[in-house]
């Protein structure tokens, strides 16, 4: 049995990198995250409390401009969702309540939504393949009648 807080991670996680640093009072430490896909950030606080803010619209997140933030006196969490613009900013940031915070970030792909389906899933796979098919007959159609007006017009 594991105590809390250790490693006990999905094993649909791929544990990508693992960023160990001090932050100072009131400072921020930034870091930039390029990986695509699902990613779970997950710190904790190894002394101090250090406060994670994570943003795709600026590379220096901060508690005034971030898009997701995870700010417990205990382990941090944030889950960044696959849509999000890389890179991905990143701030940590050292809590003014204690003069040095020490952490310990794990950076995971979540790859739980690239499972493939199971047996349940893969009969219902099958037949949404076929309206792109439709679609694509669909579209011939109306570029040939467009192709037919504009030769008849000029």
């Known amino acids: 049995a594991r105590g809390p807080g250790e490693d006990d991670a999905p094993?649909?996680?791929?544990?990508?990198?693992?960023?160990?640093?001090?932050?100072?009072?009131g400072n921020y430490s930034y870091l930039r995250l390029s990986h695509e896909g699902k990613i779970v950030l997950r710190m904790r606080s190894l002394r101090g409390d250090a406060d994670l803010y994570v943003s795709d619209s600026t590379l220096h997140p901060s508690f005034d401009d971030y898009e997701l933030q995870s700010a417990t006196c205990g382990p941090d969490a944030v889950a960044i969702p696959a849509h999000f613009r890389r890179p991905v900013g990143i701030g940590i940031y050292g809590h003014p309540s204690h003069g040095e915070s020490d952490f310990e970030m794990k950076v995971y792909l979540d790859r739980t939504e690239d499972q493939p389906p199971?047996?349940?899933?893969?009969?219902?796979?099958?037949?949404?393949?076929?309206?792109?098919?439709?679609d694509s007959v669909l579209w011939t159609v109306l570029i040939g009648l467009l192709k037919l007006v504009l030769e008849i017009l000029f």
């Open 11 to 25: 094993e649909e996680w791929l544990l990508l990198h693992v960023v160990q640093g001090q932050i100072g009072a």
């Open 118 to 134: 199971g047996p349940a899933g893969a009969g219902a796979r099958a037949p949404e393949e076929r309206p792109a098919d439709e």
